[in-house]
């Protein structure tokens, strides 16, 4: 719900648990007022204190409040060059060459529903009554400048999104080098800053640590999200745990370079910021043109950590997941990489298709090497046809079909191998600037897909296939960080905007496939999960989470990744390695989509065993972690030894709860309190069939003392309601 109390200037977001408040104060200055658990009041001017002036601190001359300093008070979209010195969400070079911005209230419109503001990916409504949507137009007097704030309150789910549509109305040019999404201003720095750090194989690894005095956050120059840093940020009040306590999460609908920059002032305050990472950005804009940003979600719970997952889970599963694999079952699938690399033929696939099928699998995918001349990571991307010389690809399609399986097919559509017949017939066609020859990683170039004649290209390579062999799925590679960022096409003056033209491309490209192929499931993938985001998310309700499947060092990678992102978005399979035995490997990927990556022709008599088994639990389960409450009941990074993690079915009648033991323990004594559970229910462990009440489990604990058996071993409980 979002009101606007006219007789103090306040306009006011609500969603089910939380309210954000906006003030329009002195010469149309915007503040940004509150943030954090629902208030039932329309007015709290009487806290904000910090509109008082800052020595040193310059402001408007306009503005009549003397005692007021842009430096200090809190402000929902602040400038560059009127005096706040802290973290700018915008900055407008004009005509002058300065890069003075100054942004004044003119209007607002509240209205329901959510705007489409495609071609970016965003959050979106199935119907106006889930959410109300504000629009405040700012405007700076000097440029002509607008920018349009535009936030949407979601009724079923404590989720806030918000993004700025910059318009030049103004009579010269202007070019805009910082235009960030988000700014919160809060009124205490006594937070931990928690974000997502990693690298490939090691994805999304959580660290938490406390805010201190100056600027710190993260960002990505790589072209992609990254490996390095996910789009998401919490800050959690200090002590705030798993299940207590105050904290705001953020995270961007975005799949390019990003910036979360975080500022605590003199004033030991706290101000976030996110958007579009400014490094190597600058938007050129003429008069009339307009540019939006992508959006920004925010999530506030007073329930810790696992209360803001919950939100992002429930809003990204309601509000972001789109086409027919958001409702429906995805197939089990068996991928061909770590079981063949390279090395395959048509009769090896024929092959793995009919051992899985005697296994319960319900999809072939056919990764890297069956097109152009690929047999290693040297040639032919940009060569979408089929390598004829290993491959029979209408004999393969058919006889996976016959057997009764899907099948699933490999592109990597943003890249170009300098040994391609695309390279040889297009060198203009890689990412290059002038004067400088292009990096090469991993044997390869980035095709210039900001280009819409390259894309139409690679499209028309990709139609010919998909439109020929009945192809179910098709996962969606990219696997090298872009340099030398430049377009042919791009005139200089606007050369800086090639990154953001970049991944637009991208989701044209994706946006045109799902279109015209609605119902292939597609899954995104970068080396693993190095564009694990919410703006890939849009378009792929799945992402191959990371190349490590060690289900050991998976933990880490899976509990990081869920901070944000739902289960059924994780890519996660059971692969050959060694390090445990096929039960851990099997709970482990259970908690994601669930695939295998193996030789099935490899599997001893006593695994088929196990996978069948796990066959029949993938479905057993299947709507319970999909659509359940995820809880971290232990957390690899509180815990050392054991980790712990249950899914909770939205009536409370249902829950899975599984533990690996990482590396034994000789405690005496192990009692796993769960979470979630209704406590007046009782609950029958399928188990032992005894019967306990949610209480019992919740207050006192499962005993599962010595129930784990050692090193790398898992056990699953599940409980049902009598
Ligand atoms: C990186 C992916 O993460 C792998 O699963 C596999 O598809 C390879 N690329 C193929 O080159």
Not at 207 to 230: D, F, T, V, Y
Not at 368 to 389: H, I, P, Y
Not at 470 to 499: T, V
Not at 696 to 702: D, S, T
Request: hydrophobic share 35%; aromatic share 10%.
């Amino acid at each position: 719900m979002i009101t606007f109390n006219e007789k103090n200037n306040i306009l006011k977001l609500d969603t089910p648990s939380s309210s954000y408040m906006i003030g329009i104060y002195n010469c149309g200055l915007l503040l940004n007022l509150y943030y954090g658990r629902r208030l039932p009041d329309n007015n709290v001017w009487p806290l904000s204190k910090r509109l008082q002036s800052a020595s040193f601190s310059p402001c408007a001359p306009d503005v009549t409040d003397k005692e007021f300093s842009t430096d200090v008070a809190p402000m929902e979209y602040p400038v560059n060059g009127r005096g706040d010195f802290r973290l700018a969400a915008l900055s407008v070079m004009n005509k002058d060459g300065n890069t003075v911005t100054d942004l004044r209230y003119v209007s607002h419109t509240i209205y329901k529903g959510k705007p489409d503001i495609s071609p970016l990916p965003h959050l979106y409504t199935e119907d106006p009554a889930q959410c109300d949507t504000l629009e405040i137009t700012t405007r700076d007097p000097y440029t002509g400048v607008e920018a349009v704030l535009i936030y949407s309150a979601f009724n079923d789910c404590d989720v806030i999104t918000k993004h700025v549509l910059i318009k030049n109305n103004g009579e010269n040019s202007v070019s805009l080098r910082r235009a960030l999404s988000l700014c919160v201003d809060l009124p205490t720095m006594d937070f931990d800053l928690i974000t997502l750090y990693g690298r490939h194989v090691k994805e999304r690894q959580l660290e938490r640590r406390p805010l201190a005095h100056g600027l710190q956050g993260i960002h990505s120059k790589r072209g992609a999200s990254s490996h390095s840093h996910n789009p998401f940020a919490a800050l959690a009040e200090t002590g705030a745990t798993e299940e207590h306590g105050d904290v705001y999460g953020f995270n961007l609908v975005y799949s390019g370079n990003f910036e979360i920059g975080v500022e605590c002032d003199h004033d030991a305050t706290t101000r976030l910021v996110m958007g579009i990472d400014p490094t190597d950005f600058a938007w050129h804009l003429s008069p009339g043109e307009s540019f939006r940003t992508p959006e920004a979600v925010m999530v506030f719970s007073n329930e810790g950590l696992g209360g803001m997952s919950r939100t992002f889970h429930r809003a990204y599963r309601t509000h972001l997941i789109r086409g027919r694999y958001k409702t429906e079952k995805r197939p089990l699938l068996i991928n061909s990489w770590e079981a063949a690399y390279f090395d395959f033929d048509t009769d090896k696939l024929i092959s793995f298709a009919a051992r899985a099928k005697e296994l319960g699998i319900e999809m072939l995918v056919m990764d890297d090497g069956w097109f152009g001349k690929r047999n290693d990571d040297t040639t032919s991307l940009g060569d979408w046809f089929v390598n004829t010389e290993k491959l029979d690809l209408a004999r393969l399609v058919n006889s996976v079909h016959e057997m009764g399986l899907k099948f699933g097919i490999w592109y990597e559509p943003e890249m170009i191998s300098p040994e391609s017949e695309l390279f040889r017939a297009h060198p203009d066609w890689c990412v290059h600037v002038p004067g400088r020859t292009p990096s090469i990683a991993r044997q390869q170039y980035v095709l210039d897909i900001s280009r819409a004649d390259v894309r139409e290209n690679i499209f028309g390579q990709m139609c010919a296939i998909l439109k020929k062999h009945k192809i179910d799925y098709l996962k969606w590679d990219f696997n090298r960080n872009i340099s030398e960022a430049g377009s042919a096409l791009l005139p200089p003056e606007r050369a800086q905007e090639f990154f953001h033209r970049f991944i637009m491309g991208t989701y044209d490209l994706l946006n045109r496939l799902t279109t015209e192929f609605p119902d292939m499931l597609v899954e995104g993938c970068s080396g693993g999960g190095g564009r694990f985001d919410a703006g890939a998310l849009y378009f792929t309700p799945q992402i191959w989470t990371s190349d490590n499947t060690d289900p050991i060092e998976r933990l880490m990678i899976q509990f990081g990744t869920s901070m944000c992102y739902p289960a059924s978005a994780m890519g996660a399979h059971v692969s050959a390695c060694d390090r445990t035995g096929y039960r851990t490997k099997g709970d482990v990927a259970l908690w994601g989509t669930f695939g295998y990556e193996l030789d099935p022709n490899k599997l001893s008599p006593e695994e088929k065993e196990i996978v069948k088994t796990q066959v029949a639990e993938y479905h057993k389960y299947y709507d319970l972690i999909r659509n359940g409450d995820l809880y971290r009941l232990i957390c690899p990074w509180d815990d050392a030894f054991r980790s712990a993690w249950s899914f909770v079915s939205g009536d409370k009648n249902e829950c899975l709860v599984t533990v690996v033991e990482m590396r034994k323990v000789q405690d005496a004594v192990f009692h796993l309190k769960l979470r979630g559970l209704d406590p007046g229910k009782y609950y029958i462990n399928e188990a032992d069939g005894e019967t306990y009440s949610g209480a019992l489990l919740m207050y006192a604990g499962v005993d599962l003392t010595q129930k784990l058996a050692g090193d790398g071993k898992s056990l699953k409980l599940y409980f049902r309601a009598k």
